[in-house]
Nanobody, 127 residues
Framework: QVQLVESGGGLVQAGGSLRLSCAAS????????MGWFRQAPGKEREIVAA???????YYVDSVKGRFTISRDNAKNTVYLQMNSLKPEDTAVYYC?????????????????????WGQGTQVTVSS
């Protein structure tokens, strides 16, 4: 497993922006896909975005065009840039690391594919 530490959450008005960061340690970061998930009160944890080890990306439809996932392998860090935030984006956001190295992006969209999770960071968007 890998240790993950998120930062960057907070309170923002609708239309604003936040950038989440997730620093990883404990294994070869560059060989693993990374994902961002979120969980709102009373709802299931859902995938928001994923980035494969070669940099291909996936976004859930509700954030396409507003969120951008990226990774800096030199810093062992994955980012989630969130623009044009909406109240419905309010949730605890978690980063996660894929359990298998070198996975194709299509296999990294389910929660079960991830074996390491950060502690979560709260994002609150006010209307």
């Amino acid at each position: 497993q890998v240790q993950l530490v998120e930062s960057g959450g907070g309170l923002v008005q609708a239309g604003g922006s936040l950038r989440l960061s997730c620093a990883a340690s404990g294994r070869t970061f560059s060989r693993y896909a990374m994902g961002w998930f979120r969980q709102a009160p009373g709802k299931e944890r859902e995938i928001v975005a994923a980035i494969s080890w070669i940099g291909t990306t996936y976004y859930v439809d509700s954030v396409k065009g507003r969120f951008t996932i990226s990774r800096d392998n030199a810093k062992n860090t994955v980012y989630l840039q969130m623009n044009s935030l909406k109240p419905e984006d309010t949730a605890v956001y978690y980063c996660a690391a894929d359990r298998n190295p070198g996975s194709a992006l299509s296999t990294t969209l389910a929660r079960d594919e991830y074996d390491s999770w950060g502690q979560g960071t709260q994002v609150t968007v006010s209307s």
